[in-house]
């Protein structure tokens, strides 16, 4: 079985600020983990996968994660947050045979001005 | 993006009544998802599809049932509505090449019982 958590329901940032979305996993086998974005009344957008093998992953829009087994995180982050970035961000995993993907409950960000 | 169309796209019901969600495909993935997405719960798996005519339960499948006789089609009911399953219904596909491979999502369906 596998889940994840994350972190705060919604993350508030100044424009040009750092984002730091936060996101934990338990998987009983090695996880296949995923972020996606929602816009506002749009389903949701593929953002970055994490590939076995690789610790630093880059996605969309200047966005990365960096997967860190010891402490079963994959916090999503970007140097320098845009206007543009405003949406709700879901983190997911499955795990070995298993097909289903199991979500986050989701971080709502709001950038600032 | 992919060939996922959801219809309807916006539907107001009555309790009671029966109402039949559709997902259509246009990329031949084997796979196929039904999740619904309500405010503090994110995404949760309703039924999914891993063929034509197999599919199985998710998390919160009572009061749901879903056929697939098509591989491009998979449909989700509600048998008898209720206020409860008040939700946005999104579908999704995944090509089943490998166990990485993301879910690709349609644009919704806001459902509203009443």
């Known amino acids: 079985a596998q889940s994840v958590t994350q972190l705060g329901s919604h993350v508030s940032v100044s424009e040009g600020a750092l984002v730091l979305l936060r996101c934990n996993y338990s998987s009983s086998v090695p996880p296949y983990l995923f972020w996606y974005v929602q816009y506002p009344n749009q389903g949701l957008q593929l953002l970055l996968k994490?590939?076995?093998?690789?610790?630093l992953v880059k996605g969309i829009n200047g966005f990365e994660t960096e997967f860190k087994k010891s402490e079963t995180s994959f916090h999503l982050t970007k140097p320098s947050a845009h206007m543009s970035d405003a949406a709700e961000y879901f983190c997911a995993v499955s795990g070995g045979s298993n097909y289903k993907l199991t979500f986050g409950k989701g971080t709502l960000l709001t950038v600032n001005p | 993006d992919a060939g996922i169309t959801q219809s309807p796209r916006h539907k107001v019901t009555e309790t009671g009544t029966p109402v039949t969600l559709r997902c259509h495909q246009t990329e031949n993935h084997r796979y196929m998802y039904w999740y619904r997405q309500d405010p503090g719960h994110g995404l949760r798996l309703i039924h999914y599809s891993y063929g034509v005519k197999d599919t199985d339960k998710g998390e919160v499948s009572d009061g749901y049932s879903v056929s697939r006789s098509k591989t491009e089609d998979f449909l989700l009911t509600l048998e008898s509505a209720t206020s409860s399953q008040t939700s946005v219904y999104f579908c999704?596909?995944?090509?089943?090449?490998?166990?990485?491979?993301?879910?690709?999502f349609g644009n919704g369906t806001r459902l509203t019982v009443t």
């Open positions: 994490y590939t076995t093998g690789a610790t």
């Open positions: 999704a596909i995944r090509d089943a090449g490998s166990y990485n491979s993301p879910l690709h």
